[in-house]
């Protein structure tokens, strides 16, 4: 036992290898060292081949090459066996809960699953496209996919490829951080018609997500109407009236680029049913609101009366949030503000507050949206558990396009998995998921859709180290053996599933970069998973 796991960890070390239990570690600045590390084979594995079934390598391999990290050399004057830990879904959640568990743990073994083709999750679909130093942390992620330790699957779907009790049978420990797949409902009528659109869908629409490629979202009014007002509510604004030189720099995909250059619209407004002091977006995604080029910012000064005294107390983030609205809406009045903004470009945006959506309103032929009912609002009580009450006005605005950007839901899984419908998460205490030893949540699955990529971060991390707790502490029992990937890859031949490969996902990576770069894009995303199985001979 201990000769094999030796040799799993050293593996590629002859020949000057990297330490695999530093392997996690990014370079400067994040980015990745070296390119993309040695050949896998095509199960994702490096060096000597599949990590579950490498006799072929020997204790003599590690002669005058000792392991550097501490934990490794621990765990290698033992004779335990190697935990093998499976994480469900390759987002920031999944790679940072492996990183965390790898960089702890001298010996674990860990196995992402993703079931798209290609991994990184929110991180691909969810960025915007002009937000590109969001996106370098894939550079980490990839560091992590390039341990000696870690291998991805893509291509599986968990829950109908391979069940959770599945996994169970060939882990020792299950992670589920597959995210947010759907999104919360409106609950009004009218939300069903045509030219109505869930941020989520919208978003995966410029973004490349397979699923979302279909849209075919109608630009053809001049009005859109933003329910929402977090960073994905701004990020839509901004990539609608955003100048089409600036987006064709970006990884936004063609078809979307090709949609938005015959756009009409050219006036958005944000609508939220409280306040200005319970805007959920942060003050660098408005700052770049307000300064993009060719649109102007519409906002009535009425709706900031007094909060210079109100936000004085408050913390330091929403002080200058709050500040910096005012001195938008201090700068001209509201009228001068829509003339300025039609004189000098045809695009302007705005902030609505206190309304709450009551029904879309369809056209005379009932055929799609033509506009908006909403409530008015007052607010009980202060800061963010004021609550928005209507106060019987009503209010209607025309649109042709309305985008409900009011939150993300995740989904259960598997029905082996406990689930809490109604607040859309697995129940869960730091992670470990209640009445199920050996099983795991990270991410928006265990806290809810919200936060910001360093939020998942630290969630990950502390589900880890609660994995990496049950570990030292003796909850987790290690000592039979698991077959990992070696029983799942059976499974999945059974069912005719063909997992993809880390090595696999780079060779559509490159194929995508070498797209991007004919047309003076980082990247032309591919958004058909038939093409990116094409590429790598699936």
Same mark, same amino acid.
């Given at each position: 036992?201990?000769?094999?796991?030796?040799?799993?960890?050293?593996?590629g070390?002859r020949?000057?290898g990297?330490?695999?239990?530093?392997?996690?570690?990014?370079?400067?600045?994040?980015?990745?060292?070296?390119?993309a590390?040695?050949?896998?084979?095509?199960?994702g594995?490096?060096?000597?081949?599949?990590?579950?079934?490498?006799?072929?390598?020997?204790?003599?391999a590690?002669?005058?090459?000792g392991?550097?990290d501490?934990?490794?050399?621990?765990?290698?004057?033992?004779?335990?066996?190697?935990p093998?830990?499976?994480?469900?879904?390759?987002?920031?959640a999944?790679?940072?809960?492996?990183?965390?568990?790898l960089?702890?743990?001298g010996g674990?073994?860990?196995?992402?699953?993703e079931?798209l083709?290609v991994?990184?999750?929110?991180v691909?679909?969810?960025?915007?496209?002009?937000?590109?130093?969001?996106?370098?942390?894939?550079?980490?992620f990839t560091?992590t996919?390039?341990?000696?330790?870690?291998?991805?699957?893509g291509?599986v779907?968990?829950?109908?490829?391979?069940?959770?009790?599945?996994?169970?049978?060939a882990?020792?420990?299950?992670?589920?951080?597959?995210?947010a797949?759907?999104n919360?409902?409106?609950?009004?009528?009218?939300?069903?018609?045509?030219?109505?659109?869930?941020?989520?869908?919208?978003?995966?629409?410029?973004?490349?997500?397979?699923?979302?490629?279909?849209?075919k979202?109608?630009l053809?009014?001049?009005?859109a109407?933003?329910?929402?007002?977090g960073?994905?509510?701004? +990020?839509?604004? @901004?990539?609608?009236?955003?100048?089409l030189h %600036?987006? $064709?720099k970006?990884?936004?995909?063609d &078809?979307?680029l =090709?949609?938005?250059?015959?756009?009409?619209v050219?006036?958005?407004?944000?609508?939220?049913?409280?306040?200005?002091l319970?805007?959920?977006?942060?003050?660098?995604?408005?700052?770049?609101?307000i300064n993009?080029?060719?649109?102007?910012?519409?906002l009535?000064p009425?709706?900031f009366?007094?909060?210079?005294?109100?936000?004085?107390?408050?913390?330091?983030?929403?002080?200058?949030?709050t500040?910096?609205?005012i001195?938008t809406a201090?700068?001209k009045?509201?009228?001068?503000?829509?003339?300025?903004?039609?004189?000098?470009?045809?695009?302007?945006?705005?902030?609505?507050?206190?309304?709450?959506?009551?029904?879309?309103?369809?056209s005379? +032929?009932?055929? @799609?949206?033509?506009?908006?009912?909403?409530? %008015?609002t $007052?607010?009980?009580?202060?800061?963010? &558990?004021?609550? =928005?009450?209507?106060?019987?006005?009503?209010?209607e605005?025309?649109?042709?396009?309305?985008?409900?950007?009011?939150?993300?839901?995740s989904?259960?899984?598997?029905?082996?998995?406990?689930?809490?419908?109604?607040?859309?998460?697995?129940p869960?205490?730091?992670?470990r998921?209640?009445?199920?030893?050996?099983?795991?949540?990270?991410?928006?699955?265990k806290?809810?859709?919200?936060?910001?990529?360093?939020?998942?971060?630290?969630?990950?991390?502390?589900t880890?180290?609660?994995?990496l707790?049950?570990?030292?502490?003796?909850?987790?029992?290690?000592?039979?053996?698991?077959?990992?990937f070696?029983l799942?890859e059976?499974?999945?031949?059974s069912?005719?599933? @063909?997992?993809?490969?880390?090595l696999?996902?780079?060779?559509i990576d490159?194929?995508?970069?070498?797209?991007g770069? =004919?047309?003076?894009?980082?990247?032309?995303?591919?958004?058909?998973?038939?093409?990116?199985?094409?590429?790598i001979?699936?």
């Amino acid at each position: 036992m201990l000769s094999k796991a030796l040799c799993r960890l050293t593996i590629g070390r002859r020949g000057g290898g990297r330490d695999p239990a530093a392997a996690v570690e990014p370079g400067p600045g994040g980015r990745v060292a070296g390119g993309a590390g040695p050949e896998r084979d095509k199960r994702g594995s490096r060096g000597c081949g599949n990590r579950a079934r490498s006799p072929c390598c020997t204790p003599g391999a590690v002669r005058g090459a000792g392991p550097r990290d501490p934990g490794l050399r621990r765990w290698l004057s033992s004779a335990a066996p190697a935990p093998r830990v499976c994480v469900v879904g390759s987002g920031p959640a999944g790679f940072y809960t492996a990183q965390h568990i790898l960089k702890h743990h001298g010996g674990a073994l860990v196995d992402i699953y993703e079931k798209l083709p290609v991994p990184f999750g929110l991180v691909r679909f969810g960025v915007a496209p002009d937000h590109p130093e969001v996106k370098n942390v894939i550079n980490t992620f990839t560091q992590t996919a390039h341990s000696e330790r870690c291998s991805y699957y893509g291509n599986v779907t968990v829950g109908r490829d391979v069940t959770v009790p599945e996994l169970r049978q060939a882990y020792h420990a299950v992670v589920l951080s597959y995210g947010a797949e759907d999104n919360r409902v409106l609950g009004i009528p009218g939300e069903n018609l045509p030219g109505v659109y869930s941020a989520r869908a919208f978003v995966g629409w410029y973004n490349g997500l397979p699923e979302n490629q279909d849209l075919k979202p109608d630009l053809s009014c001049e009005t859109a109407l933003i329910l929402g007002h977090g960073n994905v509510a701004l +990020d839509i604004a @901004r990539i609608l009236l955003s100048p089409l030189h %600036l987006l $064709r720099k970006t990884d936004i995909t063609d &078809s979307s680029l =090709a949609a938005l250059a015959c756009s009409k619209v050219k006036r958005v407004w944000l609508v939220g049913r409280r306040g200005p002091l319970q805007v959920a977006f942060t003050i660098k995604e408005l700052r770049e609101m307000i300064n993009l080029p060719g649109a102007r910012a519409v906002l009535d000064p009425a709706d900031f009366t007094g909060l210079e005294s109100a936000v004085k107390d408050a913390s330091r983030p929403r002080k200058r949030l709050t500040e910096l609205m005012i001195k938008t809406a201090l700068e001209k009045p509201v009228e001068m503000q829509a003339a300025a903004a039609r004189a000098a470009g045809p695009r302007e945006w705005g902030l609505k507050f206190q309304r709450s959506p009551q029904e879309v309103l369809p056209s005379a +032929d009932g055929r @799609r949206a033509r506009g908006i009912r909403m409530a %008015l609002t $007052r607010l009980e009580g202060s800061g963010d &558990s004021a609550k =928005a009450i209507p106060t019987g006005d009503v209010e209607e605005l025309e649109c042709g396009l309305v985008l409900s950007s009011i939150g993300y839901r995740s989904l259960p899984l598997d029905p082996a998995v406990p689930f809490d419908s109604q607040r859309g998460v697995i129940p869960n205490s730091s992670g470990r998921v209640e009445g199920v030893p050996g099983l795991y949540c990270s991410g928006w699955v265990k806290r809810g859709p919200t936060g910001m990529i360093i939020t998942t971060m630290n969630d990950s991390f502390d589900t880890a180290q609660s994995l990496l707790e049950d570990l030292q502490g003796g909850v987790l029992d290690i000592s039979p053996s698991r077959e990992g990937f070696g029983l799942v890859e059976s499974i999945l031949h059974s069912r005719g599933v @063909r997992p993809v490969s880390f090595l696999d996902w780079e060779k559509i990576d490159a194929a995508e970069v070498a797209r991007g770069k =004919a047309t003076g894009k980082p990247r032309e995303k591919i958004v058909d998973p038939a093409e990116m199985l094409r590429i790598i001979g699936h």
